[in-house]
């Protein structure tokens, strides 16, 4: 079935550091995939998001692009800030199997000054 | 912005009690789901919701689970009898044609 597998963490960094965040996927059909971001004591917002092999998602300085040869959504951001501390999780939606989401486990950042 | 919100916040129950976690949708969104996320595991889907009945649910949305828009605008998920293995951030969301809105989840502690 469907899955996603995500980078363990926590990840901690210096301000103005490079983040990669590895995410991989299977899944049986054609999946749009996703980043969501939770800041403490909030829901899940919708970072970025991509529907189709190639694309690249990006918002607020990350991005991440739908490789479809390596199954893989890895999120990326040049320079983090103290305000990107936050979980992060990848998920994918197959549309054409119901609907639903399918994330990884999150992964925790933390920015210091 | 339209956002889903949930009430309570944060939810104690004894072991063995009745719990209903409320949600409520964007307005004009026609698919619900409920999602759970018990402490450091992942985000797994219970149940999806659409023209006021499931339209599909997990493996872990057994018999002492059930879902209900009692009004048209209240989404709720109702637990029957409590286990210790509840305890988790429950999720809502809605749905309109190109993604899911989440709402910020209700924590749900069963003693």
């Known amino acids: 079935g469907d899955s996603v597998t995500q980078m363990e963490g926590p990840v901690t960094l210096s301000e103005e550091a490079c983040l990669t965040i590895?995410?991989?996927?299977?899944?049986?059909?054609?999946?749009?995939l996703f980043w969501y971001v939770q800041y403490p004591g909030e829901g899940l917002q919708l970072l970025l998001k991509a529907t189709k092999a190639d694309d690249k998602g990006s918002n607020k300085g990350f991005e991440a692009t739908y490789r479809k040869e390596t199954t893989s959504f890895h999120l990326e951001k040049g320079s983090v800030q103290v305000s990107d501390s936050a979980v992060y999780f990848c998920a994918l939606s197959d549309f054409g199997a119901g609907n639903q989401f399918y994330f990884g486990t999150g992964t925790s950042l933390t920015v210091i000054p | 912005e339209p956002e889903v919100t949930q009430t309570p916040s944060h939810q104690v129950t004894q072991m063995g009690q009745e719990v209903i976690l409320r949600c409520v949708p964007i307005?004009?969104?026609?698919?619900f789901y409920w999602y759970r996320q018990i402490l450091g595991q992942k985000v797994e889907f219970l149940v999806s919701?659409?023209?006021?009945?499931?339209?599909?649910k997990s493996e872990i949305f057994d018999d002492q689970f059930s879902v209900e828009r009692p009004d048209g605008s209240n989404f709720t998920l109702k637990i029957r009898s409590t286990k210790l293995e509840d305890s988790a951030m429950y999720f809502c969301?809605?749905?309109?044609?190109?993604?899911?809105?989440f709402g910020p989840g209700t924590r749900l502690t069963v003693t």
């Open positions: 590895n995410c991989t996927y299977t899944a049986t059909g054609y999946p749009s």
């Open positions: 969301a809605s749905k309109d044609p190109y993604e899911q809105y």
């Open positions: 919701f659409y023209n006021n009945e499931i339209s599909e």
């Open positions: 307005s004009n969104h026609l698919y």
